[in-house]
């Protein structure tokens, strides 16, 4: 429909996971057209990747991309970016400085500097940077977020905050997954394996659902699969200001785990407690009474989730749903830029700068790691 | 993009809720592009919705609609038809006899006369027709139905399917809530209430997975809510040819229950139990072995259940991509059809014929409930 | 210690699986001494059986024990019936007629003419009957019972009741083992396989938390294993007076289920939901409100559970503690009795009229569905 | 009965919550008879106690009863400790050096001094040391380290244990709770707070279960309730020799927890989870596998389990009867040494080496909090 905003994308060819998710995501609530791509690395693959699509316009780069859509009236409003971590930083400056606003996949990037040099782009930039750090997108997410913010469970003083899987349990980057390959190879994930994969989204939530700021950290990685090169498992415990404390487990190496991002934050009044696996459920115990379950759009629950919520309680929502909602997010925060309105009620996205403070965990773990799991400062 | 299936909607308009479910449905697989609608039965509502939505073309009712667009070389492919129940017959008619594809709401009429009559008019077309059953588009629904296919739990004894909500324990029809009203009108919903409305639900999954046939039932139905004129809980008992025995339970005056729709089969060999409320679950029992945890896309999935998720496991999809699966189904059958290609191997949707069996077994539920609860064949 | 009551009893030799339930049960709270025996119907088994137990007085009988008995001094107090069926009433009947109590498993006979003649020779004694629907004695299964009484749920409108096995699912009674011999030999265990095993304690319960008296109910049984004599499947649909109406499952052959009582509660104003298997939890849903999980001891437990729970919150308290409640409630009956005092407040446990409710039950079952499942009265 | 074991006990008086679960769990299986106690540190309130009880004799303190009972020819065999910790040493060493055998609660005692002399004691004495880490008691703990030992779940790589509650979110010390009291009172609990009541336990189970040794730990201890002297949250993470990894939780101040003690394990072919809420289920996922429900005496359970296990599975054993279980294993193993017969094959119980390594557990979590969570060898 005339409506909906123009996107390019970059990486996100044939055999990419999470491209079509950002597609998905990004038709759900027909706020997008998809019209032009640069889908891989390689031309070929990205022309064949775009006609499979049947992308009206296919680019042999990123650059290319950037500097032709640019000049076009009718060219690309947003771009999403979701290749390997080291072209996130070279990519979304190209379109940064032409003033396309960029929906970038996380970590922000593979390295410190280079994170530190996308701030620097997003803030000389007119355009919006959305990072997807997708799990904010959930609605229980949100609810959890909006009673810590109502002081429903008390100051905080516990975090306990995991992301588990699998999948890595053996050495996969060296049978041929180009899933495993990139991810382990510190040249394109950075210095973090599953702490920069998944460790971030697991310290994101957490940061996210209780407006906390971590000051301190002490790191144990480990690389228990034989010639990896990353870490797999990682065991980080927190120090937040004002005294919060917490625990952050990240590992591949969980067999039964398959993408078990879970959260609990225990306050002086109360706790909750939610899954990324069964993400319609929040669990919320007021200090002194029963257990309660809380679902999605269902009794006890409030506007902040109700407004990135689209069916009835019972009627699971999942994760396209939940990424959809960084992308909604993002298209009333485009759109209101675009006519120089404010933002509407409500509307929240990760930012640069949440995703500066996601590699500086990666960075501050790995460092306290090789120092034999010293507390370093953040 | 240019293949999509051209696509219209009957009903759907600004209060309804499941239109938009539709609408998300046909979107996520980027299969359609709704273009025409004719969105509720005043003329006034179906153009402020239309143009709320954007639409190409709106039309004042669903007949002017069929004419013109079937005249039109761009006209729609498709229609969906997302009214209250005793309009799916007269819509569709109009439609099928046009042969513009219909992928209709369920229950498939109000009255078992027009589902017969509906039958009539699909078999005389040249058009497909789709029943949006949509619980049959759960990957783990098809999961559990190639399992039973494939004799991993023997023989089929017993059946316990149940479908329960508690929205209705109240007399909101009288508070002025629409989707009360109508949903406990007769007129509009048909001779069964819970049981039309969700017990037709719990039917055709059952069968659906199970692939056993129906013989004779017995039904004890209430309306518990004063002044309800339709039943609002409903307990049936089942005789399925060969043998199985099964109970079915709807409610929607069960407090707690949300849209709890809850599978479970029990065979010579082994056990399958599945709910639709945590959808990517799948319990497997082989007779004498440990209870067996079954995730969509996780180990010991299958192609039929593959062929239908999107994500990795431990990544919850849920209701909307399970609805989806039905358009994006039903897309694979119309290509394949307008093509004169065979259909591709493993789609499979509601039919026109699942529908009948549907309003069948509503009119035998209240047949069965006035003559007190005797068996009633069907 | 000398306050224990001396207790006697019949059955429960060596290989059999529930006298050494109520052995442990009647320890547990420190309330009886088990000092008499007649453990088997072959005396030769009953010595071996009192041996091992190393019991003070072992009898080749349960006539020969009633006698000997009721003649000493420091005699059995009360005596456990633990035979099969078939045996209840003959051997409650000479303890009841020489004024010793009677603990008696379930159901109370195996036929409905041994049950009222077991009503008589209860009435006609001064001695307590006791019958160990143990079930009852689950602080959850109390703690729900007191919030129904209390209005908590308001006018209850829907039971859903199912008592689920698969241990039956292969012909064992031909392949020697005991249990499953007697318990499907019609002789032995009665008219009702499932029904009069299982099916009486999901009855029970549901008329314990309910306080509902039944009216009506149509049966459909099966015995799905070739060969065999009884019902191992169970489909009851049932009318209370008043109005309630509740769906009855019981089954001995649905893989993946071990002992699955549970137990649904849907009223005006709320609903509950229990389960046996992990007895520790009770979800309460009060109408419009998140549901709640209220622990055993925990948060939201009355006096009606904490009276009878032993430890604090989260520490589980399992099947032999609530089979304790039963001999505990039975002891201070007992004391009251033999004191002259009133029953101390609170204490409450299944009756010889529970006993014949269970009997006309399992009758009612076998003669409706012996009628093609036709509505019989009860 | 004859055989049964002669009992005393030390603590446990009337408002003591643990004497009466060490007295329930030597009833269950008929193993001992309690005919003595010096159930208070105050001589009235161990009479009143005692009397309460009905023991045989009741003494004014530990001391004097350890002299008579072991003078006496029907004297106790054994002593239960269920005091605050500071006396299990003084306490134990009386009964250890005249033969009687000793079943200490834990943590073994409140200072590692106190630890290392009673180790002596008890390597100087002939009379067992039984130490109730109850939870190693548990069937399906039991089986857990039995697939570990199998070498079902590989090489392990990673343990996340974890021991929350809730019930020290406020100063109840403040208020008059005993409880409280003495588990915040540095000078009777020992100076871990949470880390000596529940982190102990925590630490047990998971070296129980994974037969790993610790070579290392960092801590971060907190008191988050205002004037408490001891820590109600621990933050923990472990390195075991061999390259294991560990976490550990525990925690007083976790709204929504009772006794969440819950252990996962990690390997490279599998995975394995039990929780003491639930504790008759244990999850295992062997690599590559769906996850398996593994049941208490449920298929795929092996002696290990079965042998500690009185009930078939479906029918939930608790914390009573894992508690039970020390005592039984006691039991076995003292009349074992009694008879001069090697102890009968599967025997386990927690050692007076378990406690020593509980003790410097928590020495070494006081310590390396003391010096800003650094890392301190055990």
């Given amino acids: 429909m005339s409506n909906r905003i123009r996107l390019g994308m970059v990486g996100g060819g044939n055999d990419a996971f999470i491209g079509g998710v950002h597609r998905i995501a990004s038709r759900i609530d027909d706020a997008y057209e998809l019209v032009a791509g640069a889908l891989s690395s390689t031309p070929e693959k990205s022309r064949v990747s775009g006609e499979a699509l049947g992308l009206p316009r296919v680019y042999d780069d990123y650059k290319q991309m950037a500097i032709r859509e640019a000049r076009r009236k009718d060219g690309i409003e947003a771009v999403s970016i979701v290749t390997p971590n080291h072209v996130h930083y070279p990519a979304a400056r190209e ?6 606003h960029v929906i970038c996949d996380k970590p922000l990037t593979s390295t410190l500097a280079d994170a530190k040099k996308l701030v620097k782009a997003s803030d000389a930039s007119d355009a919006l940077f959305v990072l997807t750090h997708n ?11 909006d009673m ?6 008390g100051d905080v003083r ?3 905050v995991e992301y588990a899987q699998d999948w890595l349990s053996t050495p996969l980057e060296h049978e041929g997954l180009k899933q495993a390959e990139w991810r382990t190879d510190p040249a394109r994930t950075g210095a973090g394996g599953a702490t920069g994969d998944i460790g971030t989204h697991a310290y994101n939530i957490a940061c996210f659902v209780t407006g906390l700021k971590l000051e301190s950290l002490a790191a144990d990685l480990d690389a228990f699969v034989d010639g990896r090169q990353v870490d797999d498992n990682g065991h980080v415990m927190l120090r937040f200001e004002g005294g919060a404390k917490g625990m952050l487990w990240c590992s591949q190496v969980a067999p039964g785990n398959e993408n078990a991002l879970r959260l ?9 407690e939610w899954a990324q696996e069964d993400p319609n459920y929040l669990w919320h115990t007021p200090l002194g009474e029963p257990k309660r379950l809380i679902t999605r759009n269902g009794a006890g629950t409030g506007d902040a989730a109700g407004r990135v919520s689209r069916i009835p309680p019972g009627h699971p ?3 396209l749903e939940g990424f959809a909602n960084i992308y909604t ?10 006519s120089g309105q404010p933002r509407p009620e409500g509307v929240v996205f990760p930012t640069v700068q949440d995703g500066l403070a996601g590699v500086t965990f990666v960075d501050a773990c790995v460092r306290s790691s090789k120092r034999n799991g010293a507390w370093v400062n953040v």
């Fill in 95 to 100: 379109f940064l400085k032409r003033g396309i």
């Fill in 135 to 145: 799990y904010t997108g959930y609605p229980m997410a949100r609810q959890a977020r």
């Fill in 148 to 153: 810590v913010v109502n002081g429903e469970i």
């Fill in 158 to 160: 516990v975090v306990q």
């Fill in 264 to 272: 609990r934050i225990y306050g002086s009044k109360g706790g909750l």
């Fill in 317 to 319: 929502e999942g994760y």
């Fill in 329 to 338: 997010e993002a298209a009333a925060a485009i759109r209101a830029h675009q």
